[in-house]
Nanobody
Framework: EMEVVESGGGLVQTGGSLRLSCVVS????????IGWFRQAPGKEREGISC????????WYRDSVKGRFTISMDNAKNTVFLQMNSLKPEDTAIYYC?????????????????????WGQGTQVTVSS
């Protein structure tokens, strides 16, 4: 059974950077997808990025395009989310989510129901 554990959150000033990590276990490395979601206080959880491990195809939410980069390290079974040029509106709890299937990026956003396994979340706070 797939499990994901995320880490790397913290407090950073506007314009700063953070790298989140998601360690994946219990899955065939080349046949699934990892997504990143976030939830700010009082707001719904939203998808922000996703990567398919078979072809490394990626998807980004418009608000993070050009600032966030998703990548994977096969040897470490880890997916990273590099976040640059952070803004106060990026403040949220960030969740790593795993899907046992690849995600087809036809819709405007990735959907929570496409993912079966969720991490506990890591807090990202961007001060102004």
């Amino acid at each position: 059974e797939m499990e994901v554990v995320e880490s790397g959150g913290g407090l950073v000033q506007t314009g700063g950077s953070l790298r989140l990590s998601c360690v994946v276990s219990g899955a065939s490395w080349d046949d699934y997808a990892i997504g990143w979601f976030r939830q700010a206080p009082g707001k719904e959880r939203e998808g922000i990025s996703c990567i398919n491990t078979d072809d490394h195809s990626t998807w980004y939410r418009d608000s993070v395009k050009g600032r966030f980069t998703i990548s994977m390290d096969n040897a470490k079974n880890t997916v990273f989310l590099q976040m640059n040029s952070l803004k106060p509106e990026d403040t949220a709890i960030y969740y790593c989510a795993g899907s046992v299937h690849r995600i087809e990026f036809y819709e405007p956003t990735i959907q929570q129901f496409e993912f079966q396994t969720w991490g506990q979340g890591t807090q990202v706070t961007v001060s102004s």
